[in-house]
């Protein structure tokens, strides 16, 4: 793989964030068998497009490529206002811990360690998700709880402040 940077998402990046996100929708099928909810959103939850936009807007959104190649290799998001990570997903076709370590460490510098950080993960057993759970571990994130997010079974997991 050549050298990884990150780089802001743009509009122009959104099919390339669904295609990432895509990656990860056999996951949400194995915890519920309609992803309607999860794209579309609901009385609670705004659709993912929207959710994209609003976190490009905010700039709150940054993407590890490859130097040379510039193709995907993952996305982070997070919200500065809520001191959270709200998307986190790494390409089933790289090194998960290389490009993860990358972006969990973009999105902690965004966010304030003297409060709690929060971000949910997928209730799966399927090894890229247990992989985002150890690395979220390694950054001293705890399991506190469990919700429903766009319609799906989540773990609430929480990184104590400093």
């Known amino acids: 793989m050549n050298y ?3 780089k802001p998402i743009t509009v122009e990046d959104i099919p390339t964030w669904i295609a990432l996100s895509n990656e990860y929708d056999d996951y949400v099928r194995e915890l519920v068998p309609d992803l309607t909810q999860w794209y579309e959103g ?3 939850d705004i659709a993912f497009v929207d959710y994209m936009k609003a976190k490009i807007q905010q700039h709150e959104a940054i993407m590890a490529i490859e130097k040379e190649a510039k193709n995907c290799l993952g996305i982070v998001a997070f919200s500065r206002k809520n001191n959270r990570i709200t998307f986190f997903g790494i390409s089933h076709n790289v090194d998960f811990y290389l490009v993860g370590d990358m972006l969990m460490t973009c999105a902690l510098n965004q966010l304030n360690d003297r409060f709690e950080i929060t971000i949910t993960v ?14 979220l571990k390694k950054y001293g994130f ?3 709880d469990s919700e429903l997010e766009n319609g799906v079974p989540v773990n609430k997991m929480v990184k104590r402040p400093c």
């Open 4 to 6: 990884v940077i990150s």
């Open 42 to 44: 609901n009385e609670f």
């Open 122 to 135: 997928l209730k799966s057993k399927a090894p890229q998700i247990e992989k985002e759970r150890e690395l």
């Open 142 to 144: 705890t399991c506190v």
